[in-house]
């Protein structure tokens, strides 16, 4: 396998704050083109969805960040590695939301089986999402191994990897989405947009994104939040304006939690007479 001589030195984190900041008001200012190839309601759903999956992907630098340790990826080669395998990531992604919405739109039954699998997502990121992950012997990681042949190019199996990764992780991202809405061009373009801003996103965190550590549980909240939609359609149709509240609050009270940690003194160890 053969990759592309790019020139991609790291930004700076001065370009990479004013990059995520530009990614994620194009990706809102999406909407606009959504209302008018649809209306306000499609906008709204297409707002909520993009901030589900902007929020969602966050879990995913975590593990871009342990396969870049794992695997030994320079500094130097990781923004090359990430713009190529999330460009992959978005054609897999598209591919996995057709078939998706075909299978919904086929079955019905199909919305409380993506529900009960988000519900159970939600209390599996509640009882490990706070530990240490090690990749190398999941099933993807071995697929990865596998698809990649041994005389490829050192770049190949870590781009091949995050592009596997990020799949393996909207299903659970996908599919709550699906609770907003199965517009085919919403949901392609919420998270095509997402994953836009994550390369420079990364660069932004990587130094911090070991003090979020109550990241999980705001994920998981919004998690089971979409599960409940999912399991309770047929009698519950929350506004999208509450959902909105509940991404937004969820991540915010996560961060807050996090950062109130980071700040609270230390007791000091006891001293040994």
Known sequence: MHIPRLSMDPPSTRSALAWSIGWTIVGLAFAGVVAVLHDGQAAGEYVTGFLIE?????????????LFSMLGVRTQDRHKVLVLGISLAIVLRTIFIVVGIAALNAFNAVTYLL???LAITALGVVRHGGEDRDL?????????????PAGASPLALPLVAV?????????????????????????????????????????????????FRYLHLGLAAILGYVAAKLLLADVWHPPILLSLTVVVAALALAALASFLVARSPRPAPDRVN
């Open 54 to 66: 902007k929020s969602l992907s966050l879990d995913n630098l975590f593990v871009f960040a342990v």
């Open 115 to 117: 529900g009960a699998l």
């Open 136 to 148: 190398r012997q999941t099933r993807v990681m071995k697929l990865v191994q596998r698809l990649v």
């Open 163 to 211: 592009a596997a990764f990020d799949v393996m992780f909207a299903i659970d991202s996908i599919p709550a989405i699906f609770a907003v809405t199965t517009d085919t061009l919403v949901v392609i373009a919420a998270n095509a947009w997402s994953l836009c801003g994550m390369v420079s996103l990364y660069f932004l965190l990587q130094s911090a994104l070991a003090r």
